[in-house]
């Protein structure tokens, strides 16, 4: 049996572990028993905590794992798998990453990752954390762009960079996308003016997507249950999960769907510009090169992307109520951020 046609936890043997811990053709170690502490069912995949009990460890691997399996049904295995083999830094910014292994055909896959159980909490659901945890949050997510911002190999090793057919084909499907969802849903004039102008914008406002300045690797699925938190910051650091959306883009769109969009929590304006801002001190301290105007015009940009994710919503099937709680909670940035001014400015 090859290690990607593995389907439950229940499958998992001592010399399945041995072999996914080898590096090369020795191994690391050598496993007596493995058993399943926590098996569990999320929408995209099942996981697992792996304990292992061992006759010899003289690497001294840890005694436990987390292990992520992919649903045969649902096709994002494969990006995650891409994303682990491409990336491993900073290491105290993701969780580390075992083995990774997937097959296309079948879209079978498995992440063997560091488990984090006993060192690190996440918020409730649809909760935001309190301001300081916030703050380590952002600095974590800010140091992991740093990371990758403007690196020479976005695009060719890793990643792709859209280019302008992408843009032409994506503006022309936004557009429809706007228009089926007007036709569908009695929407207030602000909601459609709002939208309107996105569209007449989408080159610009998506355009930036396709040069090659300021840009980073980004979650795109960055809500406040995609990080682990320490329950000591002191010995541990914040971890960001759940990587199959991984893409090239502006670094401040993973921000302005956490803080702007409110990160699947409600937002909160009083400490959006501290949360920005303290993004921007960490991104210059760790050594990228950006002024303060640039990063803040490129945030409002992203925010107004925003205004699509009801849309998205929509298409994908998901409840009335997420999508109108999308439409208020998009709208409100938009609004709060002086989106329209920005749009009707860079027009005139």
């Known amino acids: 049996m090859t290690s ?13 572990l041995e072999n996914a811990l080898a590096s090369g053709p020795d191994p690391q170690c050598s496993i007596d028993t493995v058993t399943t502490d926590m098996e569990r069912e999320l929408p995209v995949s099942k ?38 083999n491409a990336v491993s830094e900073p290491a105290d910014t993701i969780p580390h990453c075992y083995r990774a292994e997937a097959d296309e055909t079948s879209h079978s896959s498995y992440l063997l990752l560091e488990d984090l159980t006993d060192t690190h909490f996440q918020t409730e659901q649809e909760t935001a954390p309190d301001r300081e945890v916030s703050l380590e949050a952002v600095g974590t997510l ?8 403007n690196e020479p190999q976005l695009g060719v090793s890793v990643g792709k960079v859209f280019d302008g057919p992408w843009l032409d084909a994506f503006a022309a499907e936004l557009s429809v996308s706007v228009d089926e969802f007007k036709a569908t849903h009695q929407l207030p004039r ?80 009083m400490l959006e510009l501290e949360l920005v801002t303290h993004y921007y001190n960490c991104l210059t301290t760790n050594g990228v090169s950006i002024g303060w105007e640039a990063l803040w015009t490129d945030y409002r940009i992203s925010a107004i992307r ?21 439409l208020r909670r998009a709208l409100a940035s938009y609004v709060r951020l002086g989106c329209e001014e920005l749009l009707t400015s860079r027009v005139s």
């Open 47 to 84: 996981v697992a905590r792996l304990v292992a009990s061992y006759r010899e460890n003289p690497k001294k691997l840890p005694d436990s794992f987390f292990l992520k399996l992919s649903k045969p049904d649902v096709n994002v295995g494969v990006a995650e798998i891409a994303f682990y």
């Open 142 to 149: 800010a140091r992991f762009h740093a990371r990758w911002w």
């Open 4 to 16: 990607t046609t593995i389907r439950t936890a229940a499958e998992i043997t001592p010399e399945w």
């Open 190 to 269: 602000d909601h459609v003016g709002a939208r309107d102008l996105m569209v007449e914008n989408s080159e610009m406002i998506w355009g930036r997507l396709t040069t090659r300045r300021g840009l980073t690797l980004t979650n795109g699925d960055l809500h406040w249950w995609n990080f682990m938190f320490p329950k000591n910051a002191e010995r541990n650091s914040v971890r960001i999960l759940d990587w199959q959306l991984w893409h090239v883009d502006l670094g401040v769109r993973d921000l302005a769907f956490l803080l702007a969009f409110g990160g699947f929590a409600e937002p909160r304006p």
């Open 306 to 326: 925003n205004l699509n994710l009801p849309i998205i919503f929509w298409k994908q099937g998901k409840h009335s109520s997420t999508v109108e709680t999308a």
